[in-house]
């Protein structure tokens, strides 16, 4: 099956710098990748996703990359804030008649430093 | 926060006994999934649903069972909890493009 995997495990940045998270994946037939923003005692929340056709999506201060060649995925948070603070997952879909397989990364956990 | 809710949000349970979570949701979705979280390890897939009466294994289905008779409901369902089944399960539903998925808020289980 799909393997992802994703770095670093924790991060901290000061405000307003920039964060990045890295992913990667084994399975060329992934073709979606969504990113899950998770608050302590929360539920995961969807915050940008990217499709395989797609080499760049943005969000206001969120961007995600897709390089297929490479089978890699990144997150950039720009212009951190103390509510960015959370763990943040990516992962990856394989798409099938009986509906897409997600496989997720084992998370990041996000703290930014006022 | 899409129509999805998880009974019961809590449960302490023993050894060797059988428990059954329920996720159920108003969004009349067609995809249902169950997760496991556990720390270092993310979110694992359990079970998954395209349909009623459609079910399939995930990557960690053992021990676990799931029924669906009816769109709004997926049952998860631990014939006989064993400790290594302590985890919080979450569940989740995606529309007919089988991508985007919302969350259930979680049920946290405790098997002593």
């Known amino acids: 099956g799909e393997n992802v995997e994703q770095h670093p495990s924790t991060l901290s940045v000061q405000e307003g710098d920039s964060a990045v998270i890295k992913c990667t994946y084994s399975d060329s037939a992934s073709n979606y990748f969504p990113w899950y923003k998770q608050e302590l005692g929360k539920r995961p929340q969807l915050i940008i996703d990217i499709r395989s056709n797609v080499g760049e999506k943005k969000d206001q201060r969120i961007a995600v990359t897709l390089n297929k060649t490479a089978k890699h995925f990144s997150l950039h948070i720009t212009e951190t804030q103390p509510e960015d603070s959370a763990v943040y997952f990516c992962?990856?879909?394989?798409?099938?008649?009986?509906?897409?397989?997600?496989?997720f990364g084992t998370g990041t956990s996000l703290t930014v430093i006022p | 926060d899409a129509g999805i809710t998880q009974s019961p949000r809590h449960k302490v349970t023993e050894t060797g006994t059988p428990v059954t979570l329920r996720c159920h949701q108003t969004?009349?979705?067609?995809?249902m999934y169950w997760y496991r979280q556990d720390p270092g390890h993310g979110l694992r897939l359990i079970h998954y649903s395209y349909g009623v009466k459609d079910t399939d294994k995930g990557e960690v289905s053992d021990g676990y069972s799931v029924s669906r008779s009816k769109t709004e409901d997926f049952l998860l369902t631990l014939e006989s909890a064993t400790s290594s089944q302590t985890s919080v399960y979450f569940c989740?539903?995606?529309?007919?493009?089988?991508?985007?998925?919302?969350f259930g808020p979680g049920t946290r289980l405790l098997v002593l």
């Open positions: 969004e009349n979705h067609r995809y």
């Open positions: 992962a990856a879909s394989i798409g099938g008649t009986a509906g897409n397989q997600f496989y």
């Open positions: 989740a539903i995606s529309g007919l493009d089988g991508e985007t998925q919302y």
